[in-house]
């Protein structure tokens, strides 16, 4: 299965020579408030993944705006995790309308890029799930997205990627996610 990153539109090599639509970044569509812009944006991103031959493509990024100088912000939707949930699954939504995997990530706390694999985002449980899962179950809940891409970060001294209290208990035990992370 082929797979491209761009949470601004399909990401392709310049060497190749294709041309895609450099869409508003995610912070700007949640600005809107519009499901509805988020839905078209998604659909006609997935259209263009499609005319590529790709299947699965690696947005909505929906982690929280906690630190201005993130240097992925422009990459994710608001600091508020509802406005990031309901954005997130009208694009989702838009994105598998035409047969074409959506993958939301970074699944969980990827709250920085310095030392991304080895900072360790410590917090409560309540922190946890009231801000920085909020806007994932919204979204998975309302849109069921096919894929889930996880953080390289560490989570109260657990990897993202191996948090069987994040990914098993939570993701898929509570919220009952059945597709592939």
């Given amino acids: 299965v082929m797979t491209a990153d761009g949470p601004a ?4 090599n310049p060497e190749i020579g294709v041309k895609t639509t450099a869409f508003p970044c995610a912070t700007m569509i949640a600005c809107s ?3 509805d812009i988020a839905y078209a944006i998604g659909e ?3 259209k263009e ?3 590529n031959n790709v299947g699965i493509w690696l947005t909505p990024a929906m982690n929280i705006h906690r630190n201005p100088l993130c240097g992925r912000n422009f990459e994710y939707f608001s600091e508020d995790p509802v406005i990031t949930g309901k954005i997130a699954a009208a694009k989702v939504q838009g994105i598998q309308s035409q047969h074409i995997a959506a993958t939301i990530k970074h699944f969980l706390a990827n709250n920085k890029e310095v030392n991304r694999y080895n ?4 917090m409560s449980e309540r922190a946890m799930r009231e801000i920085y899962l909020k806007g994932f179950e919204i979204c998975v809940k309302e849109a ?6 996880t953080a390289c970060n560490i989570v109260n001294g657990k ?3 191996e948090n069987d209290d994040t990914i098993t208990a939570i993701l898929r035990g509570e919220w009952g996610f059945n597709g592939m992370v």
């Fill in 144 to 149: 069921d997205p096919w894929t889930i891409m």
């Fill in 33 to 35: 408030w519009n499901t």
């Fill in 119 to 122: 900072s360790d985002s410590i």
């Fill in 49 to 51: 993944v499609k005319e």
């Fill in 159 to 161: 990897r993202a990627s």
């Fill in 9 to 12: 539109g399909l990401r392709a």
């Fill in 44 to 46: 006609a991103g997935a």
